[in-house]
Nanobody
Framework: QVQLVESGGGLVQPGGSLRLSCAAH????????IGWFRQAPGTEREGVSC????????YYADSVKGRFTISIDNAKNTVFLQMNSLKPEDTGVYYC?????????????????????WGQGTQVTVSS
């Protein structure tokens, strides 16, 4: 069974950094889109960033551009989200998800409806 395991969340002060990991188990990330999403209490889940394992193309929500960096380590079958200059509004549960795009189709990598498999999430709290 496909499994995604997030880690790296925690409590950090504003301006600090965290690196989240999303490890894939029982399948490889080749040819997948991998996305990071977050959800704060009382809000809808929003797309943060995504990466194509096929060509390495990346996408970011405007709210995190210049502060977050997504990357993939194919040898470790893991996707990372480096989060710098964190703000209180970055607080939430962060989830990773994957989808295997149908060849020839275009997907919106920041739309959670596109994704098939999800991890359990990791809590990020930015507070002084």
């Amino acid at each position: 069974q496909v499994q995604l395991v997030e880690s790296g969340g925690g409590l950090v002060q504003p301006g600090g950094s965290l690196r989240l990991s999303c490890a894939a188990h029982r399948f490889t990330l080749d040819y997948y889109f991998i996305g990071w999403f977050r959800q704060a209490p009382g809000t809808e889940r929003e797309g943060v960033s995504c990466i194509s394992s096929s060509d390495g193309s990346t996408y970011y929500a405007d709210s995190v551009k210049g502060r977050f960096t997504i990357s993939i380590d194919n040898a470790k079958n893991t996707v990372f989200l480096q989060m710098n200059s964190l703000k209180p509004e970055d607080t939430g549960v962060y989830y990773c998800a994957v989808v295997e795009p149908v060849p020839g189709t275009v997907i919106d990598g920041l739309d959670d409806a596109e994704y098939d498999f999800w991890g359990q999430g990791t809590q990020v709290t930015v507070s002084s």
